[in-house]
């Protein structure tokens, strides 16, 4: 089956800084999503990006479809933003995630 | 707004017990899926349904069953509890290959 891949697994920062979350996939999909979990474990939704760029306030994304990855931007990082974020690919009516990348944001 | 909703936060079975995971979504989506989340294992997929009475198994099926009678509701069944039960399981709806939206998860603890 197709596989997901994100890197880095963890990552540690000083609030206000930069940073990019990356999701490699093995196949072509339908459609690809970034979640982050809260510390209470809901998923919430960032993106529904298939291709292309989109921008949500501090944060924005980038899929690269023919290239097969896709990239989360952080800017200006809070301590709000620490948790896990997940990419997930749909691909004939399954959604398959990657196992995370868990963010730390130091105050 | 999207809501899926799932029946328990939190609930602690007993070994050999069978036990009734629901979940509820508002929005008439055909699909729903059911994960379970592990530490270190990302979300894995149990079983999926992309319409009422329809399922396929997704990548750890063993040891769960689902039911599907209605549009909006997608229950998750452990027929015989086992303590490598316990997780966290989260429920999802979507309409065919658009947005998914997940359920708040039920922390399952098998004792």
Partial sequence: ?107 | DVKVTQSSRYLVKRTGEKVFLECVQDMDHENMFWYRQDPGLGLRLIYFSYDVKMKEKGDIPEGYSVSREKKERFSLILESASTNQTSMYLCASSAANTEAFFGQGTRLTVV
């Fill in chain 1, 1 to 107: 089956g197709i596989q997901v891949e994100q890197s880095p697994p963890d990552l540690i920062l000083q609030e206000g800084a930069n940073s990019t979350l990356r999701c490699n996939f093995s196949d072509s999909v339908n459609n690809l999503q970034w979640f982050h979990q809260n510390p209470w474990g809901q998923l919430i939704n960032l993106f529904y990006i298939p291709s292309g760029t989109k921008q949500n306030g501090r944060l924005s994304a980038t899929t690269v479809a023919t290239e097969r990855y896709s990239l989360l931007y952080i800017s200006s990082s809070q301590t709000t933003d620490s948790g896990v974020y997940f990419c997930a690919v749909h691909r004939d009516d399954k959604i398959i995630f990657g196992k995370g990348t868990r963010l730390h944001i130091l105050p």
